[in-house]
């Protein structure tokens, strides 16, 4: 991928995301979904219903889709974008069926993934789900912090697209119920298979009900560049 990635660097700073497309082949989202459906689905960080099938610590449960998501391309815009030092400190997998009519309301991504729970200063509340710690840690760990979200089927307005408010991860610690929409716009992040978004952790975000019966399979992955305090580790930490 020879491209000029500053303008999609700047508007991740700016906007709080930007959108690139034809990141994978259709080759590699064919590899990459068929590694996914081959897989044994009864552990305990697998989670499936009728209305959402999710992977918890995705890359630590299938190794072997590593190096597929971890194409060259994305390797370069991970570097020329945030630069050489993050690695993965979360990563799930969602597969939202077509009949699934979920509904998502506005929300920031406040907590992080840890291996335990414990008393430090500025971290908290904490939450735990199937022994899976989480966290508020300090704002700048979050500010710090990106998400890249890699699109296997192509996703719109019409079936749970993400929804965001541009600007808002620079707002620090922004409650929903406080948006004001005579300053605020509302805009749909409309992304193709192979495609993915980039997007901060602050930014406001959230998704409408499907209305057109697709389905939208999406690997969520966060980044970080940062280390916990002692005795606290991330749940995931994962060179590139």
Request: some cysteine.
């Amino acid at each position: 991928m020879q491209t000029n990635l500053n303008p999609h660097k700047n508007e991740v700073i700016e906007k709080g995301f930007t959108i690139l497309e034809n990141i994978y082949s259709d080759s590699e989202i064919a590899k990459i979904s068929e590694v996914i459906q081959n897989i044994d689905t009864s552990k305990d960080t697998f989670r499936k219903s009728e209305d959402l099938f999710a992977i918890r610590q995705f890359l630590k449960e299938i190794p072997e889709v590593k190096d597929l998501i971890f194409n060259e391309n994305l390797k370069q815009i991970i570097s020329e974008i945030s630069g050489e030092d993050y690695f993965v400190v979360k990563s799930i997998y969602f597969d939202k069926p077509e009949k699934s009519n979920w509904y998502v309301a506005y929300h920031q991504d406040l907590t992080i993934s840890v291996d335990k729970k414990v008393n430090l200063e500025n971290f908290g509340p904490w939450t735990t789900k199937q022994n899976q710690f989480a966290v508020q840690p300090p704002l700048e760990i979050l500010e710090n912090n990106f998400t890249i979200r890699i699109h296997l089927d192509d996703t719109d307005g019409e079936n749970g697209a993400l929804k965001v408010i541009p600007k808002s991860h620079a707002k620090g610690i922004y409650r929903p119920e406080t948006i004001d929409w005579n300053i605020e716009t509302e805009e749909i992040c409309s992304v193709k298979s192979g495609g993915i978004m980039i997007m901060k952790p602050l930014l406001l975000h959230g998704s409408n009900r499907t209305t057109n019966g697709k389905k939208r399979r999406v690997i969520h992955i966060e980044f970080s560049n940062q280390s916990l305090p002692e005795p606290l580790n991330w749940s995931e930490c994962d060179e590139i």
